[in-house]
């Protein structure tokens, strides 16, 4: 049963601390997206990936945040240093890139508290 | 900017009613339009979607309307039910990008 594998599933961290997120792609999909779903923002697209190199990462905060694939089988978001209000549900997706627009798939997501 | 704009923000049906969500894209190299159902505390999951070469898909009580000219598409769920309630983001997709609307709750009452 491939799913998108993303851990931890919940993080509460006092500000200032720096937070990794992890996120395990489906196998053989060649696109990774980071989203972060907040009640007044709905899904912001943060970054993505296309064969691990990074193709767009303009909706982050560049000062703190930070994404990367060092392999095909992990992609991290850091933040450092963490604030109140990156308080969000972070969403890693991964697809395979078609004939026209991408299938993905999401992660469970992890549910990160700053406080 | 917001580039998939839904509408509505909420939505409140009786159970056999017909919900229908709309989205309006900017952007003509979209050309992938899929539909996610999210559950509460799960992540958001594939429902249905289309492409622009068809104006309808029909996939069990989920059908897509698709207005190319337009740049607008909307869901309809046939015979709606409780298990039903949760929100629905429609989303635009191309080669390297995807961008969701803002999401519609929905709620069908027994």
């Known amino acids: 049963d491939a799913r998108v594998t993303q851990t931890p599933r919940h993080k509460v961290t006092e500000m200032g601390q720096e937070v990794t997120m992890r996120c395990q792609p489906i196998?053989?999909?060649?696109?990774v997206f980071w989203y972060r779903q907040t009640m007044m923002q709905g899904l912001e697209l943060l970054a993505y990936?296309?064969?691990?190199?990074?193709?767009?990462d303009s909706g982050m905060p560049k000062d703190r945040f930070s994404a990367e694939m060092p392999d095909a089988t992990l992609a991290t978001l850091k933040i450092q240093p963490s604030e109140p209000r990156d308080s969000a549900v972070y969403f890693c997706?991964?697809?395979?890139?078609?004939?026209?627009?991408?299938?993905?798939?999401f992660g469970q997501g992890t549910r990160l508290t700053v406080v | 900017q917001q580039q998939v704009k839904q509408s509505p923000q909420s939505l409140i049906v009786q159970k056999g009613g017909i919900p229908i969500i709309n989205c309006a894209y900017e952007?003509?190299?979209?050309?992938?339009f899929p539909w996610y159902q999210q559950f509460p505390g799960k992540g958001p999951a594939l429902l249905i979607a289309?492409?622009?070469?068809?104006s309808e898909k029909k996939e069990g009580r989920f059908t897509i309307s698709f207005n190319k000219s337009a740049k607008q598409f909307s869901l309809h769920i046939m015979d709606s039910q409780p298990g039903d309630s949760a929100t629905y983001f429609c989303?635009?997709?191309?080669?390297?990008?995807?961008?969701f609307g803002a999401g519609t709750r929905l709620t069908v009452k027994p």
């Open positions: 990936f296309r064969n691990r190199a990074p193709l767009d």
């Open positions: 997706a991964s697809g395979l890139v078609g004939a026209g627009g991408t299938e993905a798939f």
């Open positions: 952007n003509t190299a979209f050309d992938y």
């Open positions: 989303a635009a997709s191309m080669a390297d990008d995807m961008r």
């Open positions: 289309i492409r622009p070469d068809v």
């Open positions: 196998l053989g999909h060649n696109t």
